[in-house]
């Protein structure tokens, strides 16, 4: 029997309600992605305009395995408030166990240090949703 | 999670022209080990061009590779992975990439290595 490519099906579609606070700021928003399969694809966009550039992700293709993470950095004015949704189209069913989270945050420290190393910041996270099965 | 010995982000400045780039980036976990978030920012980047990088040591699970990943969202765009870094683990890390075309003055590719904490 011939094995044929599996093609990837919405499996996954949340939101989160995203509050930006009394003050305009660079955020992070990444999605990581725990055991999804490779080809997997994961989108997100958010109902509001105002940051720049806008909260807008395209599906973009899982690369790798067991954990995965993407996104986009955007420009956040005061008071900014919208829903942030991300879709999960998924190579077959998410196997158990298996996670997609929308993290929300900014760096602790940002340096333009030209020396030649670099160790782990502080990602302070202000919003957080995480699927599971 | 205070001892950490070098902390920030090294950024990849290009040059006007370039198609393809590779940088090297030397990597210290600090004294802690930790769930380290490896992300590319890109910024301005053009869609369609490829990013990727590995290290050169092993250890931390999954190894620390990201295969080569298309630009899929312009002008930000941030791609990477997750992986269990021990304590005092060093190593050199390639990012490497193609350009679908020649990038814009203001390009800049960031090796982020982050983790994840809750104020």
């Known amino acids: 029997m011939a094995l044929k490519a599996k093609k990837p099906s919405l499996a996954w579609k949340a939101s989160m309600l995203y509050l930006q606070g009394p003050d305009a700021g660079q955020v992070q928003f990444t999605i990581q992605c725990n055991n999804i399969p490779k080809g997997s694809t994961i989108s997100m966009s958010a109902d509001a305009t105002g940051p720049v550039p806008p909260i807008a992700l395209q599906p973009t293709v899982i690369s790798t395995y067991p954990a995965f993470a993407t996104g986009i950095i955007a420009d956040v004015p005061a008071g900014y408030k919208s829903n942030i949704n991300f879709e999960l189209y998924c190579v077959g069913k998410p196997p158990a166990g298996s996670t997609v989270s929308l993290v929300a945050g900014y760096t602790s420290q940002q340096s333009s240090d030209s020396t030649l190393h670099a160790g782990p910041v502080k990602i302070i996270v202000v919003a957080e949703v995480t699927i599971t099965n | ?119």
């Open chain 2, 1 to 119: 999670m205070n001892n950490l010995k070098i902390k920030h982000q090294e950024r990849l400045n290009l040059n006007a022209g370039d198609i393809q780039f590779k940088f090297d980036v030397n990597y210290d976990q600090g004294s802690e080990a930790a769930e380290v978030q490896f992300s590319l920012i890109c910024t301005n980047v053009p869609l369609g061009s490829t990013v990727g990088f590995s290290s050169n040591t092993s250890g931390p699970n999954p190894p620390i590779v990201l295969p080569p990943t298309k630009v899929i969202t312009y002008p930000s765009f941030i791609v990477g992975m997750l992986s269990y870094v021990p304590a005092n683990y060093t190593a050199v890390i390639t990012v490497a990439g193609d350009f679908s075309e020649p990038p814009p003055a203001n390009t800049s590719i960031d090796l982020q290595a982050a983790y994840v904490a809750v104020q």
